[in-house]
């Protein structure tokens, strides 16, 4: 199994409004959606959160409509053209997008860690460059959403 080039480790992402993160985890967690979302968003419209994760941290990445079945814990999945930025809730995760791939490459072997959560950070602008942002804070080592068993 070999990752693209341009592949990057979660630990480096940083949030932005573009879709430019390829690469690779494994899907550790799956919170499924509530009932009440299904009855109001309808079943293709639906989100859900996975708790993924590779040999450098961890992330929330955001599933919707068919893909929150596609995927079980235990696949490894690679994801082309994602998006690491703010949902709705103003919660950082990670998300395939209109114009990102996730596709499941794999199961069972690959090396993670389940810290640093790089959703658990608290991030503000760049000093040197607004555009840009950088860490400020961990919130918890731990995820709120997943937390550890």
Request: glycine content about 4%; overall charge neutral; aromatic content about 8%.
């Amino acid at each position: 199994m070999t990752s693209s080039p341009s592949s990057i480790a979660l630990k480096d992402m940083v949030p932005a409004a573009e879709n430019n993160i390829n690469t690779r985890f494994i899907l550790l967690e799956k919170r499924n959606p509530s009932t009440r979302s299904m009855e109001t968003q309808g079943k293709q419209n639906r989100p859900c959160l996975a708790l993924v994760a590779d040999e450098t941290a961890a992330v929330h990445f955001q599933l919707w409509g068919e893909e929150c079945d596609a995927f079980e814990a235990g696949d490894i999945i690679r994801l082309s053209n994602g998006i690491f930025s703010y949902d709705r809730s103003k919660q950082v995760v990670l998300r395939a997008g209109k114009r990102g791939k996730a596709e499941k490459v794999g199961e069972f072997t690959l090396a993670f860690v389940e810290t640093p959560n790089m959703s658990e950070i608290r991030w503000c602008p760049d000093p040197n460059n607004p555009k840009r942002l950088v860490q400020e804070t961990v919130i918890s080592p731990y995820s709120r959403i997943f937390p550890p068993h």
